[in-house]
């Protein structure tokens, strides 16, 4: 069992910055593939980005490519996301998610997901 607690949401400027975390627990962290999805006030939830559990590779949904980093420390069980530039667009709940495969962009095959946190861009 996987317990992931993101935090680092909050409202932001358009233009601003704004770091994600996510805080797993369990010993097995880098045998995980992790994402960031969002879902915006009145739309389906989205993929943002993966990493894989080396931090190896990496993965982007094409609206964010540029401007979002993902990035892992599995000495201290956390991933990130870094999100520059933001825009309004970019407003919603980010959810971290845990998977043993690798799967951008499909959320089917996600094991465990955290609660959220909200991001607002205000323009």
């Known amino acids: 069992q996987v317990q992931l607690v993101e935090s680092g949401g909050g409202l932001v400027q358009a233009g601003g910055s704004l770091r994600l975390s996510c805080a797993a627990s369990?010993?097995?962290?880098?045998?995980?593939?992790m994402y960031w999805f969002r879902r915006a006030p009145g739309k389906e939830r989205e993929s943002v980005a993966a990493?894989?559990?080396?931090?190896?590779?990496?993965s982007y949904t094409d609206s964010v490519k540029g401007r979002f980093t993902i990035s892992r420390d599995n000495a201290k069980n956390t991933v990130y996301l870094q999100m520059n530039s933001l825009k309004p667009e970019d407003t919603a709940v980010y959810y971290c998610?845990?998977?043993?495969?690798?799967?951008?962009?499909?959320?089917?095959?996600?094991?465990?997901w955290g609660s959220g946190t909200l991001v607002t861009v205000s323009s």
């Open positions: 990493i894989t559990g080396s931090g190896g590779t990496t």
């Open positions: 369990g010993r097995t962290f880098s045998t995980y593939v």
């Open positions: 998610a845990a998977s043993v495969k690798w799967h951008p962009g499909w959320a089917g095959g996600i094991d465990y």
